[in-house]
């Protein structure tokens, strides 16, 4: 069983940055591939971005690459999402998601857990 708890969330400016945390109960945090994703009023739960359980595979949606960066540190149960020059349409409730595989997937069926999300609203 894992629990997971976001924050790092708020609002700002079209182009400012922020930063998520995403922490994480349990002792076999560092076996769960993680995930971000998003989902905007109206609109589903779509893929932003995974990590591997050791933090050496990333991958992203296309919209976010060059932007956002996720990242882990498995001695502090924590995983992150580093987003930078952010845009009014990502506005959105941010999820972390962990997966008991080493490799996070890119669906929103692919992970067995998932946090309460952190509002994330970007204004022009």
């Known amino acids: 069983q894992v629990q997971l708890v976001e924050s790092g969330g708020g609002l700002v400016q079209v182009g400012d940055s922020l930063r998520l945390s995403c922490a994480a109960s349990?002792?076999?945090?560092?076996?769960?591939?993680m995930g971000w994703f998003r989902q905007a009023p109206g609109k589903e739960r779509e893929f932003v971005a995974a990590i591997s359980w050791s933090g050496g595979t990333t991958y992203y949606v296309d919209a976010v690459k060059d932007r956002f960066t996720i990242s882990r540190d498995n001695a502090q149960n924590t995983v992150y999402l580093q987003m930078n020059r952010l845009k009014p349409e990502e506005t959105a409730v941010y999820y972390c998601?962990?997966?008991?595989?080493?490799?996070?997937?890119?669906?929103?069926?692919?992970?067995?857990?998932w946090g309460q999300g952190t509002q994330v609203t970007v204004s022009t």
């Open positions: 998601a962990a997966r008991s595989t080493v490799l996070g997937g890119r669906r929103a069926a692919d992970y067995d857990y």
């Open positions: 349990g002792r076999t945090f560092s076996s769960y591939g």
